[in-house]
């Protein structure tokens, strides 16, 4: 059974910073691109960043390019988002996935495994 669970989520002020973690387990995690996903009330589901199995390929969201840092540990099966200059916009419930398109940072068909997501929460 595939699990794949977020932590590291949080309030803090603008400017800080926070760094997002994300374990999978049950698959072979070296064979999986990885990603991080957001979503703000009232608004889309937003591909943030996404990392190729390797770690060679990767691609942001525009406006968090400059800011946040997706790694990944496949040793440790952990994916990493370190995300500093958060701004209030930033606010939204992440959610970490197995499988993404990674040019685009893009949900497809094969993007089946989520977590149940970390609530990042910036203020003013």
């Known amino acids: 059974q595939v699990q794949v669970v977020e932590s590291g989520g949080g309030l803090v002020q603008a400017g800080g910073s926070l760094r997002l973690s994300c374990t999978a387990s049950?698959?072979?995690?070296?064979?999986?691109?990885m990603g991080w996903f957001r979503q703000a009330p009232g608004k889309e589901r937003e591909g943030v960043a996404c990392?190729?199995?390797?770690?060679?390929?990767?691609d942001y969201l525009d406006s968090v390019k400059g800011r946040f840092t997706i790694s990944r540990d496949n040793a440790k099966n952990i994916v990493y988002l370190q995300m500093n200059s958060l701004k209030p916009e930033d606010t939204a419930m992440y959610y970490c996935?197995?499988?993404?398109?990674?040019?685009?940072?893009?949900?497809?068909?094969?993007?089946?495994?989520w977590g149940r997501g970390t609530q990042v929460t910036v203020s003013s």
């Open positions: 996935a197995a499988d993404p398109k990674v040019v685009g940072c893009a949900v497809v068909g094969g993007t089946n495994y």
């Open positions: 049950g698959l072979t995690f070296d064979d999986y691109a």
């Open positions: 990392i190729s199995a390797s770690g060679r390929l990767i």
